[in-house]
């Protein structure tokens, strides 16, 4: 399987802690996403880093990627109850240029108030 | 604008029924994706279509699943004499463009959960 991994799959905060989630894939890539799901439903796009970037910021999410590694790191910074949700990354499917994404299996976090 | 939309938010179907499940992608985009996520786990790619392209079945797990996209825009999840197994949240997405190595931005519909009893 070309399926990534994430760890830690639960991670458990208090409010204004930062949270940091880790991602490993298989194979290479040309970039990396990151996605947030509420309640196991849609998911919403966070970040996109290419690979050949190193570190991108958005707000308060920082994305790191190591390609010699083949990892990626979600910093979520202050975070808030609001920010309780899973978070799963994804690569694109290699070989081959398509929009086919290759999904983790995510990272639930929950941020107590 | 609207976004991706499903339907039937949830389904309850018994074992053996079929059942048909439906994706309107935003407008304009050619991509369109089926995904199936089950209790607790990742998403589960099933069926990709990229514009008038032959579709990439290649995630279906057995014969009783198929899909269509009529006219470039919706999309239907079939999935023939249902099994207890097949319960799941279904997702759609859709992209604009599908051919950009990963770039493309999937927007995810709210997903419909099937239950098999």
């Known amino acids: 399987s070309q399926q990534g991994e994430e760890d830690p799959q639960a991670l458990s905060i208090q409010e204004g802690e930062n949270a940091t989630m880790n991602c490993s894939y298989k194979?290479?890539?040309?970039?990396l996403q990151w996605y947030r799901q509420n309640s196991g439903r849609g998911l919403v796009h966070l970040i996109l880093?290419?690979?050949?970037?190193r570190e991108k910021h958005s707000g308060r999410l920082r994305v790191t990627l190591d390609t010699s590694k083949k990892s990626s790191s979600l910093l979520i910074t202050a975070s808030r109850a609001a920010d309780t949700a899973s978070y799963f990354c994804?690569?694109?499917?290699?070989?081959?240029?398509?929009?086919?994404?290759?999904f983790g299996q995510g990272t639930t976090l929950q941020v107590k108030p | 604008g609207a976004g991706v939309s499903q339907s039937p938010s949830n389904k309850v179907t018994e074992k053996g029924k079929d059942v048909e499940l439906r994706c309107d992608p935003i407008s304009g985009h050619t991509a369109l994706y089926w995904y199936r996520q089950s209790l607790g786990q990742g998403l589960e790619f099933l069926i990709y279509f990229q514009g008038n392209s032959a579709p990439d079945k290649s995630g279906l797990p057995s014969d009783r699943f198929s899909a269509e996209r009529t006219g470039g825009s919706v999309s239907t999840l079939t999935i023939q004499r249902t099994q207890q197994e097949d319960s799941a949240v279904y997702l759609c997405?859709?992209?604009?463009?599908?051919?950009?190595?990963?770039?493309?931005?999937?927007?995810f519909g709210p997903g419909t959960r099937l239950t098999v009893l």
């Open positions: 880093i290419r690979s050949n970037e």
């Open positions: 194979t290479s890539i040309n970039n």
């Open positions: 994804a690569t694109d499917w290699r070989p081959g240029n398509t929009g086919k994404l290759i």
């Open positions: 997405a859709s992209s604009l463009a599908g051919t950009s190595g990963g770039t493309d931005t999937q927007y």
